[in-house]
């Protein structure tokens, strides 16, 4: 690493951060590291989870930490387009007495949206996010509005309520970096919970990094070197979960479809975020494993043998990183 005070830096920033967030979030200290890793890398997130798993108190303490605008979403069957991205209404200028558009910036206008429940809204309203995900910006009319940046998605979904939901099309799901699963507390941090649930809310988040140093370690990560024999083993992982005739025997018998080239370009961006909080100097092949999973999991399909054998997605990249060590 050229700058060792970068480094040095962002091991002490990201301490700080974890000890602000555990004011507030007990446990959880994995998802909270991959969520660091998503913000380094200026991805986007879904959350999967169960009701009552504070998703949305630890992404507003998040925001808190990080000096980053919040808003919250509450997605649901009747949210319009122009609820979250804003719309036109004419009025009259004062001065020339014309009637004219202004436009009203919705929600999306912020750092850090939080999509709640993101499938429970149709199909069309799911697809205002496209654009600002992929691009950061919308358009409005004939008019195009950069949003602030850092710019982030942070979607939860309730994995056990299926009944009027509309589930995200691949193409949404593919612009999220990760997929990232909240489990229950441990028995012992459930009792924490319990026990400090009424000092958990008046706690005062401070910034710990502002977004200008944000905005500088994202670029050391997108700057880190990495070598070619690690590069190939993010390719060759990811082009083995496609269906074709060279297909290894767990793709063939357990995947209907496979991940995209977005996997392994987010995967390799990811390795580097996860090497740089670890003081590496570059990933290796075991930083690209641990990632596999979150940016996987939702990129890859399972077929009917896969669910009749009881095979997730979670098991099938087992298999799978088994195979190609």
């Known amino acids: ?33 991959q969520i660091f890793i998503a913000l380094l890398c200026n991805g986007h997130i879904i959350l999967q989870g169960v009701p009552g798993l504070a998703k949305t108190l630890l992404i507003n303490s998040i925001s808190k930490a990080l000096d980053l605008n919040f808003s919250r979403i509450q997605f649901t069957p009747d949210l319009m387009p122009a609820d979250i991205t804003g719309t036109e209404i004419i009025q009259e200028n004062k001065i020339s007495g014309k009637r004219e ?14 999509a709640d429940e993101i ?14 995900m992929q691009e950061q910006n919308i358009t409005i009319g004939n008019k195009t509005h950069v949003l602030e940046k850092p710019f982030f998605v942070f979607a939860t979904q309730n994995p056990i309520e299926q ?41 005062d988040i401070k910034t710990i990094i502002t977004i200008d140093q944000l905005i500088k370690f994202q670029k050391i990560v997108i700057n880190m070197p990495i070598s070619d024999n690690v590069i190939n083993f993010a390719v060759n992982f990811v082009r083995s979960t496609r269906i074709n005739e060279n297909s290894n025997k767990i793709t063939k018998n357990w995947l209907n479809w496979g991940a995209g080239p977005r996997a392994s370009s987010t995967l390799i961006m990811a390795a580097k975020a996860f090497a740089l909080i670890n003081q590496k100097a570059t990933p290796d092949i075991s930083d690209i494993e641990y990632m596999i ?33």
Do not use: W
Request: aromatic share 8%; net charge negative.
């Open 1 to 33: 690493m050229d700058n060792i005070k970068d480094v040095d830096e962002l091991n002490q920033l990201k301490k700080n951060f974890d000890a602000e967030i555990a004011k507030v979030i007990v446990g959880q200290k994995e998802i909270i590291d």
């Open 101 to 114: 558009f202004k436009f009203y910036k919705g929600p999306i206008f912020s750092n850090i949206i939080l």
């Open 119 to 132: 499938n429970r809204t149709p199909p069309k309203t799911q697809a205002a996010l496209l654009q600002a």
């Open 163 to 203: 009944e009027g939901t509309y589930p995200l099309p691949e193409a949404q799901l593919d612009r999220f970096m990760f997929n990232l699963i909240i489990d229950y507390p441990s028995n012992e941090e459930e009792k924490l919970i319990v026990k400090n649930i009424h000092n958990i809310t008046n706690y």
């Open 293 to 325: 999973k979150p940016i996987l999991r939702h990129r890859i399909i399972p077929n009917f043998n896969a669910e009749a054998e009881g095979m997730s997605c979670d098991n099938i990249l087992d298999e799978l990183i088994l195979l190609c060590k």
